[in-house]
């Protein structure tokens, strides 16, 4: 006769009672409706050159730091060196510009304050030397690190015929390790470029790339438990919608579409709101007045995707 394991039966009793663990608010608006931070499971975010994926990822990791106190470990070679992802990360903690020549920049003493709070909280991977992407989690966990992030996927280490049976074995690697280690893990994964059947044919507009679009095929969406993707019509452009595709298990979120702008002097997203830019800060919704571009010379040449200073 089987024993009762008694640790498993107070378990189910105290699910039935409270129901599901929730994911954590990330104070993200409207977004926080579709989606929510749930340790133990993992998000893809995907999307086509310039249109946002890893701002909204840094946007997810730097709200998760200020409401919950996550420790984050980042592999983002797509970012830039180092040094770059801490001046940014920099920025965004405390909404000043890390380049002198503008207006709203840091004094030497909050150089020094934000980049040691990111630098006991972020633990940033170089990739001096090359690393799969099991390595990384691994490491990630080891190191005691809440979540662990790639930017990305084909920036890792990679056997040389990297085919569907690496790529199914690998990601189911990812989830097990991921929810045995109450982990989270996010992965920056580009789609394959568009082609005809990916522009509307009534206003010609690019349409977002769909879960099956991804490099490397269908076992994305197969294994994948969460899908967000970023996407824009123009490159320059500063307004995003974010696609929430998929969500696993349910208690994350559900799937839809809400639109969120970016603001280039403090590098945070923000809705509109009778004409109010509502950011997201720690404390959720923080409401501040129009800024006016021009004071940190918004014409200058940059990219989106990437890190304007």
Not at 81 to 108: C, M, Q, V
Request: aromatic share 12%.
């Amino acid at each position: 006769m089987k024993t009762i394991n008694n640790d498993i039966l107070d378990k189910v009793i105290h699910f039935w009672r409270n129901g599901a663990e929730p994911p954590l608010n990330l104070g993200m608006g409207t977004f926080n409706e579709y989606y929510g931070l749930k340790l133990g499971t993992v998000t893809d975010i995907t999307g086509y050159p310039y249109s946002g994926k890893t701002l909204l990822l840094k946007e997810i990791l730097v709200n998760s730091y200020l409401k919950h106190s996550l420790k984050h470990c980042l592999y983002l070679p797509d970012d830039g060196d180092t040094l770059e992802i801490i001046a940014n990360l920099t920025h965004k903690l405390s909404g000043k510009s890390f380049n002198r020549k503008y207006p709203n920049n840091l004094s030497e003493n909050e150089v020094y304050r934000y980049a040691t709070q990111i630098l006991n909280d972020f633990v940033i991977v170089s990739d001096d030397n090359a690393i799969t992407p099991v390595e990384f989690w691994e490491k990630s966990i080891e190191i005691g690190c809440d979540t662990a992030s790639i930017d990305s996927w084909n920036v890792m280490s990679h056997p040389d015929s990297m085919g569907t049976s690496y790529l199914a074995k690998t990601l189911s690697t990812r989830n097990r390790l991921a929810q045995v280690n109450n982990k989270h893990f996010f992965t920056i994964i580009h789609p394959k470029n568009p082609t005809s059947i990916n522009y509307d044919k009534k206003t010609g507009k690019l349409k977002e790339p769909s879960t099956f679009d991804l490099m490397g095929g269908s076992e994305w969406n197969n294994n994948g438990k969460n899908i967000i993707i970023v996407h824009k019509q123009a490159r320059e452009g500063l307004e995003y919608e974010i696609h929430i595709k998929k969500t696993k298990p349910r208690i994350v979120g559900m799937t839809g579409m809400v639109t969120m702008n970016f603001d280039i002097n403090s590098q945070r997203f923000y809705e509109e709101r009778d004409l109010k830019k509502i950011f997201f800060y720690d404390n959720g919704y923080v409401e501040k007045k129009q800024t006016n571009l021009s004071e940190v010379d918004n014409k200058f040449e940059y990219d989106n995707d990437e890190t304007p200073f």
